[in-house]
């Protein structure tokens, strides 16, 4: 049975998230996440182009790379076999990679109707099925709170974590802002089930910027994991800016240096 390496010994390893990537070429792109000053990386890619996980794998070591995470793809809530069968290959995959998390958001919100409880009930219920077939590799299944999904306020947040009995979760700190849930605070509250954080920024009304750029509050949220004895992942997610992937790389790096990390 595969087991997942979770040596992070150091209070948070620092990674880069490849959510603008279509196909670049993987050695270029992480010898440049390794040459900005990143510690991993978090992968969203198909499985098809990504290869074998040995041969990433590789990649990743010969780049001196961890890799953080890997996503999920096409969430539902109506537990299509397509769907459960292609995210439970994800968790292998995962696994395989000794990567550290597993993480997915809700589905895509219905445009004839609002959400209601028995769709929160439904995620929950998918939630704690990917964390049970998880858990034959220790590896932790993490929800990501994303606005314009299945729960999309504060409220139906604390509601779909009442009900999640299994998964862990990954807050979004600009997601949590938009909310009106400091991040400081959501830090806080849910310090016993938090196994991956996302740091990004936005402008009011979003888009997303790179950070120090828009309205979070960075250093109180960076302090306030300090303060709790968080120790896994902090992977930033770029902006949708102009800027190039390697752009981003460098000026959110550098932000991250000029607050203290």
């Known amino acids: 049975m595969l ?15 490849s959510l603008h990537w279509k196909e670049p070429n993987l ?16 992968i969203r890619q198909s499985l098809d182009w990504l290869g074998p996980a040995k041969g990433l794998r590789d990649l990743s070591d010969n780049a001196g ?7 999920a793809r096409g969430i539902s809530l109506d537990k299509k076999p397509s769907m459960l069968e292609e995210n439970k290959r994800r968790i292998d995959y995962t696994a395989e990679l000794e990567a550290d998390v597993f993480m997915f958001m809700g589905a895509g919100k219905p445009k004839d109707r ?10 929950a219920e998918l939630a704690d099925e990917f964390a049970d077939y998880a858990s034959q590799y220790d590896l932790d299944v993490c929800y990501h709170i994303h606005v314009g999904t299945t729960v999309d306020n504060k409220e139906d947040w604390v509601l779909l974590m009442d ?13 949590s802002d938009i909310w009106g849930y400091a991040p400081e605070d959501s830090i806080k509250d849910y310090k016993d089930r938090l196994v991956y954080m996302h740091i990004q920024d936005y402008v009011d009304p979003p ?3 790179e950070l120090g750029e828009g309205k979070v509050d960075i250093p109180r949220a960076m302090k306030t994991l300090k303060e709790i004895g968080y120790d896994r992942w902090v992977v930033t997610c770029p902006g949708s800016t102009d800027k190039t992937d390697l752009e981003k790389m460098k000026v959110n790096r550098a932000y991250l240096v000029s607050i203290g990390y």
Request: proline fraction near 2%; hydrophobic fraction near 40%.
């Open 27 to 42: 050695e270029d792109a992480l010898k440049e996440i390794k040459d900005t000053g990143w510690d991993g990386w978090e």
């Open 3 to 17: 087991m997942i390496r979770k040596d992070i010994s150091m209070e948070f390893k620092l990674g880069y998230s």
């Open 114 to 123: 609002e959400i209601n409880r028995e769709d929160i009930a439904a995620l």
């Open 65 to 71: 790379l961890d890799i953080a995470c890997v996503t």
């Open 163 to 175: 009900m999640m009995k299994q998964c862990k979760l990954c807050i979004d700190i600009s997601h």
């Open 207 to 209: 888009p997303m910027t």
